[in-house]
């Protein structure tokens, strides 16, 4: 789907950048040999971009414009519909509103929203993220036990973030679509769904 | 005092160095400390680039010419995961500078490879509308 916004708007000076946050290239592979994206298709395995954006979860987008300014904070959104049926969430609005950015340069975020839109970390997410790092470090060296202590306290210190929770699940020898995954998905359902947006509201009072 | 072979990533970025690991903190060098982190010890205080941050009065941070790696974590506001038996710490970013950053609206630089080991940077995109898409297999 990105490929063809690409070749769709392209010469309208919209880049798609798109970045997986895996454990290794290979495990990216197959998804980007499949897209065959001429955009910047990138692997991140060591989670940098969600640090640095505060993501939580995938898929997660951004509106970046020209000057390096975000114009659309992070949030959820797909570009297809193929996994509706679990998410409930429609693509067309939002491919809408990156054709409408795009051509206008309006987002449908105004600028004086994007503060009010954007979850702040807060410390223990942030120590989330370095337990995390520290993990993945010592899992590559190959102290497995260790790093398991650390993924463990990481999940602690930040239920919402599943690119913690379930992305270190390939690593530590679970499923991501199993059984671990499944309660991970019960209680996040328990907790009332914690989204981007519900966060945003609660911690922006 | 012994010094042990220690690992410091910083935000990612994995340094070897040695440490003196007595009483359960971790202490540093000036060397190891500017290998690892970048900080510098100078008399105005701990300096990273043009900005620094006074440490007199500050209890701990500098004792017998080394510095102190989680008092220094503690002044700096972030965040440090530690694992003494492995000799491992994490040093993470500060919750309230990323989170004044995104508020702000600043789109944090990044360089990340392709599957072709080839390097873009977001800066290199000023200029475009950028998507940022992160997805996974998981």
């Known amino acids: 789907m990105w490929q063809a916004l690409y070749e769709e708007l392209g010469d309208s000076g919209f880049v798609p950048v798109t970045v997986a946050l895996d454990r290794s290239a290979d495990d990216a592979r197959p998804f980007i040999d499949k897209a065959r994206p001429t955009h910047p298709s990138l692997i991140d395995t060591e989670h940098r971009v969600a640090h640095l954006y505060g993501m939580i979860n995938v898929p997660t987008v951004v509106f970046i414009d020209e000057a390096g300014r975000i114009a659309r904070p992070s949030a959820m959104e797909y570009g297809t519909d193929m996994f509706k049926q679990f998410h409930g969430r429609e693509s067309a609005p939002f491919l809408a509103a990156v054709r409408a950015w795009v051509r206008s340069g309006k987002s449908d975020v105004p600028a004086e929203q994007i503060a009010k839109r954007t979850v702040p970390p807060t410390p223990d997410e942030e120590l989330a993220r370095a337990e995390f790092s520290l993990a993945w470090r010592l899992h590559q060296q190959g102290q497995v036990e260790a790093a398991e202590r650390h993924f463990v306290r990481a999940g602690e210190l930040s239920p919402n973030d599943w690119t913690i929770r379930r992305g270190s699940m390939p690593i530590r020898g679970k499923n991501p679509m199993g059984p671990e995954f499944f309660e991970l998905f019960r209680e996040w359902d328990a907790n009332g769904k914690p989204s981007y947006e519900s966060l945003a509201a609660q911690r922006n009072r | ?138």
Request: glycine content about 12%; charged content about 25%; proline content about 5%.
């Open chain 2, 1 to 138: 005092m012994a010094e042990h072979p220690f690992t410091i990533l910083d935000e990612g970025r994995a340094t070897s160095v040695a440490a003196d690991l007595a009483g359960g903190r971790v202490r540093l060098s000036p060397n190891a400390l500017e290998r690892s982190l970048g900080w510098v010890l100078k008399p105005e205080g701990l300096c990273l680039g043009d900005v620094c941050v006074p440490i007199a009065g500050r209890a701990g941070v500098v004792a017998d010419g080394k510095v102190d790696l989680q008092a220094l974590a503690e002044l700096l506001q972030r965040p440090l995961a530690l694992d003494l038996d492995e000799r491992i710490a994490s040093l993470g970013a500060s919750a309230r500078e990323r989170g004044e950053v995104l508020k702000g609206g600043i789109a944090p630089d990044f360089r990340l490879p392709d599957l072709t080991g080839r390097e873009w940077s977001l800066g290199g995109l000023r200029g475009k509308k950028v998507l940022l898409v992160a997805y996974a297999s998981w």
